[in-house]
């Protein structure tokens, strides 16, 4: 019990503080829903629900996937947290479905609901922690890939590093970053179908914020399966591989791989010496190399092997070869 809660302790911290707040929030908008009979509110609820139990699994992965190696699991458990990223999909993609579902069943026979001060209030309340929350993932974003960023940058920055984010901060940024869009839609869809008369607009609403579900799921679901089999991060392996051309012993780098496992790297290199090199000299080399390239942010292991060097230069950046 104490290993476990040692564990948690760790765990993403955005994921936790979205799944409270979210969990606050699916109970206030269940709540209108029952009294207004709003279907916008019931695609919110829905989204609102899956949401807090998404990230509460996700919270929990997190922190199992630090787990030490054991002798039965040499490999360590980083591939955790992307395989409850997997299951905890599915929960968003029923949500979906059920609220793609109501949100036609009210577009073919429309009604009219009732509070519409109440469904005004609770989803701009409810949109505005969303907001807090989209941002939080942002700034962790940021902070996890050790990036300044200060007001408008915080947006813009962190859109542009998201595929660098961790599995677990990437999933609760997508996933309050539909429960905004989501919760402006419903609130124009609320306001529009009350003044207008043109109840169908609260199911069209539905409709769309299910389908932004979707898009989530579709998109987390290819991420995490990508992390379960394995997944090369080429940016840190030309970071990598750069570190070890500056070595004035390595001639030059016949193979590197950088595989992330979760929130993990595992990293294999293959380097040409000089064929007259001792093997005190190599081994020299090879402890200042890992010394090294641990210290790299989320470098858990490092596999150096060694050849003689051959006279070809075979090492290029990833973006050279892209480039030509």
Known sequence: MGEILRLLKRGNKSAMLAAIINSIISIIKGVAFMY??????FAETMHSLGDAANQFFVF?????SKKAPTEKFPNGFGRLVNLVLLGAVLIVGIMAFETIREGWHHVVH?????????????LGISTILESLVLFKAMKEILHDLEIEASGPNVFVKSFANLGRAKPATKLVFME??????????????????YFTKFHQLEGIASILIGAMMFFVVGKVFLDNAAGVIGQADEEMEDKIGALVMADPDVLDIQGITVIKEGEDLHVEVEIEVDPKM?????????DRLEEKILAEKGVVDVTIEFDEEDGVMTWRPSNESTKE
């Open 36 to 41: 207004t009979g709003n279907v916008a509110m």
């Open 60 to 64: 929990v992965g997190s922190a199992l």
């Open 110 to 122: 429309p009604t009219a609901s009732d509070g519409f001060i109440i469904n005004i209030l609770v």
């Open 176 to 193: 309050d970053l539909v429960a905004t869009i989501g919760g402006l839609v419903a609130i124009i869809a609320v306001v529009i179908s």
């Open 278 to 286: 001792t093997v005190a000299a190599a081994d020299d080399i090879k």
